[in-house]
């Protein structure tokens, strides 16, 4: 066998660190989150005593805000055991802070904390990110959005396919990229298709992973998801706010054998021709630096008679990032590069009202006009 190359050694490298950072950012959390709740203790502490006085019932909530807090951290640290056995990348054995740890320490010792945590604190809102997506997937609060973003595509998906023309469904192949926690693949494969959910985030994938394979008992677990929104708020009752979750039994009744889930950058994984019956993308195809080569690489894996299906904003989450070259055609030139493909349209609309891992009770509410459509890739 051939020694790997130094470029290969890089990659590996590199993937090491990353996988590395993940995992401290998750160990991270609780620490970070108690930065800012003491952030706001030391500003009330520095106010006048009439001040004080008028914030009683404020500071008392920050209390509970700790309580919380290690609700959350509890979840968090659930998340990521075990993570080492997911890939074949271990070591993944961390130095310094876990998050539980007592915090005295000298003035250097600190100091150094301190600089790590403010590296970290972008990868900390991350987890904080993933908190709110559970509960955007996985529980009985998140049924609207999923209702919206979801159901259009599974019910597109069941009359495409009906039982009357598929008597065996697991003869369909579904893909769904871009698959977060999984719950779109999930409930695909719950109606009988063979599925496979795609992810290249470590942080959606740690998490898909303890929901999908450590959760057999419906609403076993709580979480605090808007604890750290602290703008917009009606009442302190609403950060507070608990959900349970999952609101199904994710790993007790997974359809096993139909039923997958992958890792990496789809553009990598997903090579092999006209091997899928169907991809479903959801708040997915703008996550490209260059949306064609995900339109082009769709076509090529889809059987000739095969369908894409879509639903999403056009975010371009790269646009405007200095270090990336990023291309953002709007709707009706893409619908030009669809055709120009290959594919042949069989629906489309706009202005189909979504939300993503919204706080129902924020005085703020983000709801965008997103685009759908149907594709088929002709048979010649």
């Known amino acids: 066998m051939s020694s790997p190359s130094p470029v290969d050694e890089i990659d590996e490298a590199k993937e090491r660190e990353h996988f590395r950072a993940v995992v401290n950012a998750f160990k991270y959390y609780k620490l970070c989150s108690l930065d800012r709740i003491h952030k706001s203790e030391k ?3 520095t106010l006048l005593p009439t001040h004080q006085r ?3 019932k404020y500071t008392t909530y920050l209390t509970k805000f700790k309580k919380c807090l290690d609700v959350n951290n509890t979840i968090v640290h659930m998340i990521i055991k075990d993570v080492d056995t997911m890939f074949e990348n271990v070591d993944h ?3 310094g802070v876990n998050g539980t740890e007592s915090f ?3 003035y250097n010792a600190c100091e150094m904390i301190s600089q790590k945590q ?3 604190q972008h990868d900390v809102e991350k987890v904080q990110s993933v908190l709110k997506n559970i509960v955007r997937d996985w529980s009985s609060v998140g049924a609207p959005e999923r209702e919206q973003c979801y ?4 019910d597109e998906i069941e009359a495409l396919y009906s039982m009357e023309e598929y008597s065996e469904r697991r003869g369909v192949k579904v893909l769904v990229p871009g698959a977060g926690l999984g719950r779109l693949a999930w409930e695909v494969a719950a109606r009988g298709f063979t599925c496979q959910g795609n992810e290249f985030s470590l942080f959606m994938l740690f998490a898909s992973n303890f929901v999908l394979n450590r959760c057999p008992e419906a609403n076993k677990y709580t979480v605090h998801p ?3 929104q602290y703008v917009n708020n009606l009442t302190c009752d609403h950060q507070l706010q608990s959900v349970t979750f ?3 039994r994710p790993a007790r009744d997974k359809p096993a054998d139909s039923f997958s889930m992958t890792a990496g950058d789809f553009l990598k994984v997903y090579t092999e021709p006209e091997e899928w019956s169907c991809v479903a993308t959801c708040f997915f195809i703008d996550c490209a630096p260059n949306v064609i080569e995900f339109i082009e690489r769709i076509y090529s894996i889809l059987q000739p008679g095969g369908y894409w299906i879509n639903l999403g904003p056009l975010l371009y989450h790269y646009s405007d990032m200095p270090t990336e070259n990023s291309i953002e055609p709007p709707y009706d030139i893409l619908l030009e590069i669809i055709r120009d493909v290959g594919f042949d349209i069989m629906k489309e609309r706009t202005g189909v009202k979504t939300k993503y891992a919204q706080n129902p009770n924020s005085m703020m509410q983000h709801e965008y006009s997103s685009v759908y459509f149907v594709c088929r890739k002709p048979y010649c």
């Open 151 to 154: 159901k259009p595509i599974l």
């Open 246 to 248: 999952p609101d199904v």
């Open 118 to 120: 403010h590296k970290m």
């Open 43 to 45: 500003i009330i502490s």
């Open 226 to 228: 808007w604890l750290h």
């Open 93 to 95: 054995s961390m130095d």
């Open 104 to 106: 005295g320490c000298d």
């Open 54 to 56: 008028r914030l009683e």
